[in-house]
């Protein structure tokens, strides 16, 4: 095979620098591993080996295919034999001055057409830059953990990176088997950046006291599909990677209020209460598995009451037709009976500011949540507000529980959960593009491969519907007078406009 670069060097082989080792050797290149601690090289050496030795067994790789990977990696118990490198990967300890130390003492020992990159999560790659005598050759490499896993790689054009030397990277990284995106030199780059709208709403939620962590996991799991739900997702990376990661990124862009971090992961991570890994965290673990609370069970109502619904609910048929598949006593007055379960669907706006807006008894009215559409989703999420009568809250639950899906309560809160969070990743994601800090099709890539989410932001948002999540903004920026929810100009042309928000003319 031949790999754009015939000889890289790896700078510190620790749990990403083994990984990428691993990845160039598989990619083709003849790969030299330098670290600052020698025994960490052969240490490193035995586990790449042990990989190969896996895939082997596997059937994955043949035997010539396992003996050629393994002849191609090299130890090297000085910086100076990375002499003959046409690529440097660094991957050592996150601090800019020792990394900038490297980076100078490696540009004396290597060729001028050398490539040089740095596999940094969270520092300016032009701050690493900045001192080199040749900085157009420099680039910003971001790898995800684990490095074999986890296909995409962010390629950093730093401000005086050469194009070319990104495409190479671009190249190199289709070698190993890899996706490529391409990101400006911005704070958290595309996925450290797409990725803040998800946990730091959930604890805004959670914060107001709306709903439970596990009701917020499952109603984001059942009604978005994502695999984990934020506080599942915040155990399995600890607190003590993720809340930094809230805190740097956040006053990176200047306290810009999208990426405002909560107080709750502040305490959690004082106290000790990381996550999995120390067995307590927004879960309690017994024998490695989260201790989950059971569902809520519908009641049983035997007077069910007829129902009215709001004229201005969103996807009003829809609503209808499931309320007539559900067998419920629909009136068509135009206004409700003094009987009546009145039935609101707003979006980013409370079930309380509605019935009073609308001048609705607000005794008998209950939210419903449908940014997506019912049949897409497998949770229905009902919100109640302060004076809504215990009588209807159970009439309302019993009657969506009928056809067995699932039915979450929470207490009234503007956008409920799924509008909160979904707009929130939307919005930073047409921000993303806003700036030009990536195009839509990577953005949508890195968050789908880095993420793991069911679909890209921008999809997602056009899957609701981009005027609706304008709307969602819309509405509660009004209630909140919060910035955090200030839709990006991004957003709100294509919402306005109906157009998709992968739509690039401007
Ligand atoms: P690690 O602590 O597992 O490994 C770092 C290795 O670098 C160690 O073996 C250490 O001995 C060596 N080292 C430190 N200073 C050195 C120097 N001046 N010269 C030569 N070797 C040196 O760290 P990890 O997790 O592999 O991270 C490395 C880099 O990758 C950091 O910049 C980190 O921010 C970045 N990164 C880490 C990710 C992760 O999930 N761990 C994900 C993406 C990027």
Known sequence: MKSTFKQVGVVGVGAMGQGIAQMSAQAGAQVFLFDMQGPAVAKAIQAIQQQWQKMLEKGRISNETCAAYMARLQACDAVGQLSVCDLVIEAIVENLAVKKELFAQLETLVPVSTVLATNTSSLSVTAIAAQ???????????FFNPVPLMKVVEVVAGLKTDSEVCNQLDAFTRDMGHTPVRTRDTPGFIVNHAGRGYGTEALRIVGESVSDFATIDRILKD???????????????????????????????????????????????SAGVLGRKTQEGFYS?????????????PPVVEDMPPVWVSPRAARRPELLQLLKSLD??????????????????PLGFDVTTVAAVDRLDPQRTVGLDLLFSDAQTKRRVLASNPATRPDMRQAAHALFARDGKPVSLIRDSAGFVTQRVVAHIVN????????????????????????????????????????????????????????????????RRRGALGLSLMQTED
């Open 132 to 142: 080199l005598k040749q900085p157009q050759r420099f680039a910003g490499y971001h």
């Open 223 to 269: 009604q978005v599909g994502f695999k984990l739900g934020p506080f599942e997702l915040m155990d399995l990376t600890a607190l003590d990677v993720s809340h930094p990661v809230m805190e740097s990124i956040y006053h990176q862009y200047y306290e810009e209020p999208r990426f405002r971090p909560s107080i709750i992961t502040a305490q959690r991570l």
């Open 285 to 297: 673990y017994v024998d490695g598995k989260a201790q989950m609370p059971p569902e809520l069970t």
């Open 328 to 345: 419920a006593r629909i009136e068509t007055g135009a206004q409700p009976s003094d009987q009546a379960l009145i039935l609101v669907a």
């Open 428 to 491: 930073i994601a047409s921000d993303i593009c806003q700036q030009g800090i990536c195009t839509p099709t990577d953005l949508e890539t890195a968050v789908q491969l880095g993420l793991g989410y069911p679909l890209g932001p921008l999809a997602m948002g056009d899957q609701c519907g981009p005027a609706s999540v304008l709307e969602v903004l819309f509405n509660m920026q009004t209630v909140y007078g919060d910035p955090r929810y200030r839709p990006s100009p991004w957003l």
